[in-house]
């Protein structure tokens, strides 16, 4: 029995008991829960994410070159446990497994990326069709199950031999020659593109922070250039992708930007938030959506602010079909007119809820003040959802199962506050998992597990957590479960 039913029948079995003023409090509830819905608006695209070199593994096979994560995994002491991607989750050789994943969680589309040195082995120049071939099998078997493809085209796997990686500006130039050059073979079948993922990640983790490959500690006027390489390899991107691809084919980004959300919902926050996401995205998203540096960001840098080149601005800025965002975590952000800023991001304190990440504090609000800021901000055509979703604790229980109740708490509470976007008008179109299933955790190897899938990495063997049940539920119903 339904809700409904359930109150027509309390009706019929004495509803008059229940009879409030005007009206009755079974009508009111009934309302109530028509206006309570949970459902996402039709044609909602519903997702799962992965990236090539935490799933794919075969790092020797049909060709690949090598990357700066080959390089930096295989460096002792990088990466937990010196876990490598050399295996991963074998998705070279399982993909139609995978795909059979994906199909009976019933999702529409899947982003996946796209290894540049299996296409360009060296980065540039000599081209491997074997690596293509690959690509063209899974996009063709993602077709033929009825998923489509989105593909991001730089998803942290960069060509070792790249002089220089992204501190050398050439790279955002051999980028943009590999992204048009795939857009061109795979644009008759893949409609939706990612130029590069997380500006932020790949340049400052790697070349700042020095926990990404390629391990780097730079100083800041030169971390302030490998960000400007990153955004230009992403504008230059989007002008080669478009220069080959197919008529109306959609371009955009898969950014992380620095979500905030208004400590209270009240007008002074609220604007204290935008502030904050425009000036601490400054140098990433702000700068792909502005074609500007900010003037707070030029004067903090001063002279370690990035050499620009004539033109480089306008190509950052390069018109974009969709803004994609990686949300996972927030930070509370208060007005405050001490601040010369004008806010104050609050820290996350001791008992602020997170889950098996340290990193991954709880804040389901940075799902709806995400979408909603980026939308009010800057007026994207568009927005996805790149990625979303969460470590947890995923051990098999004795039954060979994982309840993974602590998944379903987070990814409800954060598809409720997409959902509250989406039904508030704001132009968020789909929503694509993160992940699939359990894979290569970047400096945290294989001890993370992100998936709706656990994987046994001994055998290979795929079982879906009891979260991959929820999003099928979810999916079918197009609605929160
Ligand atoms: C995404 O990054 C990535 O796109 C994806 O590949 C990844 O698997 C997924 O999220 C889950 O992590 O160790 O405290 O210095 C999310 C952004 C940036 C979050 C790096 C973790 C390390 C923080 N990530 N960050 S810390």
């Not at 209270?264 to 990433?284: D, L, S």
């Amino acid at each position: 029995m339904d809700r409904r039913n359930f109150m027509k029948t309390g009706m019929a079995m004495g509803g008059a008991a229940l009879a409030t003023g005007g009206g009755t409090l079974a009508a009111t509830r009934a309302a109530a829960a028509t206006a309570s819905d949970l459902s996402f608006p039709k044609d909602f695209l519903w997702g799962c994410a992965t990236a090539s070199y935490q799933i794919e593994g075969a790092v020797k096979e049909d060709g690949r070159g090598l990357t700066n994560w080959d390089v930096f995994s295989h460096t002792p002491g990088k990466v937990a446990n010196n876990d490598t991607g050399d295996v991963a989750c074998d998705s070279y050789h399982r993909y139609n497994e995978d795909i059979a994943l994906l199909k009976n969680l019933g999702v529409k589309a899947y982003r996946m990326s796209i290894a540049w040195s299996r296409i360009f082995p060296e980065g540039r120049g000599k081209f491997n069709q074997k690596g293509l071939d690959y690509y063209n099998r899974v996009i063709d078997a993602l077709l033929a199950a009825g998923i489509q493809p989105n593909v991001t085209m730089f998803h942290w796997d960069l060509p070792q031999a790249l002089p220089g990686g992204w501190q050398n500006r050439d790279t955002a130039k051999a980028f943009a020659d590999y992204a048009g050059f795939m857009a061109g073979k795979l644009s008759d079948r893949v409609h939706r593109f990612m130029t590069v993922n997380e500006l932020r990640c790949f340049t400052d983790l790697g070349h700042m922070v020095g926990i990404h490959a390629p391990g780097l500690k730079l100083p800041q006027a030169q971390v302030n250039q490998v960000r400007h390489h990153g955004c230009l390899a992403h504008g230059l991107g989007v002008q080669a992708i478009r220069a080959n691809a197919k008529a109306g084919t959609e371009v955009g980004i898969a950014d992380n930007a620095s979500i905030f959300v208004p400590v209270i919902e009240t007008p002074e926050h609220i604007e204290a938030t935008k502030k904050a996401m425009r000036e601490e995205n400054a140098m990433f998203l702000t700068a792909v959506m502005e074609g500007k540096y900010t003037d707070a960001y030029l004067k903090s840098a001063g002279a370690d602010a990035p050499k620009v080149q004539a033109g480089d601005m306008a190509a950052i800025a390069s018109p974009l079909d969709f803004v994609a965002l990686n949300i996972y975590t927030p930070t509370f952000v208060k007005a405050n007119p001490e601040d010369p800023r004008g806010y104050t991001p609050l820290p996350h304190l001791d008992h602020s809820p997170r889950m098996a990440s340290p990193w991954l504090y709880v804040g389901p609000e940075a799902a709806y003040w995400g979408v909603r800021a980026v939308s009010e901000m800057w007026n994207p055509k568009a927005i996805y959802i790149s990625e979303n979703g969460t470590s947890a604790d995923d051990k098999l229980n004795d039954k060979g199962l994982v309840d993974d109740g602590d998944r379903i708490m987070y990814l409800r509470n954060y598809l409720g506050q997409f959902r509250r976007a989406a039904v508030e008008g704001y132009p968020l179109k789909g929503y694509f998992l993160w992940s699939l299933m359990d894979n290569f955790e970047w400096a945290d190897g294989y001890a993370l597990r992100f998936g709706l899938h656990h994987v046994d990495y001994a055998t290979q063997k795929r079982t879906p957590k009891l979260s991959a049940q929820w999003y099928k539920e979810l999916i079918r119903r197009n609605a929160l479960v």
